[in-house]
């Protein structure tokens, strides 16, 4: 069994200047327009690093390529896969998303395939959940897998334009 099918929604990178970032994509690759969500808190009521909880912050900024999202994550506080990779790596390509029906089961997937499930949470009463997994012993960067709820797809629609 897969963990995951597709589709692939989203390229994520992390950065220590999400405002740089922008402007780069923006500026040579043409992404018209961000939508920047500042200090977003992933408390430990609803996240887990390794299993354990976990409280954090980052600023976050999507933008879209045709229909391809794109994310911006700058870590602001606590510790996270974000900040785990920024300290170990610089700034750079983070993980690709794909969207995934039931994250359990992808995770339970995960873990039968010997792929680590790093960090798991969700946000706004369950309207998001997620799970970033380890792709690195097989060369690939982070893999999140989300489960998308439908007031957080009118968002990502509006955002879209």
Do not use: K, N
């Not at 969500?37 to 999507?62: A, K, M, Q, W, Y």
């Amino acid at each position: 069994m897969s963990i995951a099918s597709g589709p692939v929604v989203q390229i994520c990178w992390v950065t220590d200047d999400i405002g740089a970032t922008e402007r780069l994509l923006s500026d040579q690759f043409g992404v018209a327009a961000w939508t920047r969500i500042p200090d977003v808190r992933f408390g430990p009521d609803t996240t887990t690093l390794r299993g354990e909880p976990v409280d954090c912050t980052l600023h976050v900024s999507l933008g879209y390529a045709g229909d391809l999202q794109l994310e911006l994550i700058q870590p602001v506080s606590g510790p996270s896969v974000h900040r785990e990779f920024l300290d170990a790596h610089g700034a750079g390509l983070h993980h690709v998303c794909f969207e995934v029906d039931d994250v359990d089961a992808a995770c339970d997937a995960a873990a039968a395939a010997g792929v680590p499930v790093l960090m798991r949470g969700s946000m706004m009463d369950g309207e998001i959940e997620f799970a970033y997994v380890d792709g690195s012993a097989g060369g690939a960067p982070y893999v999140e897998l989300a489960r998308i709820g439908p007031q957080m797809r009118e968002f990502y629609e509006a955002i879209r334009g």
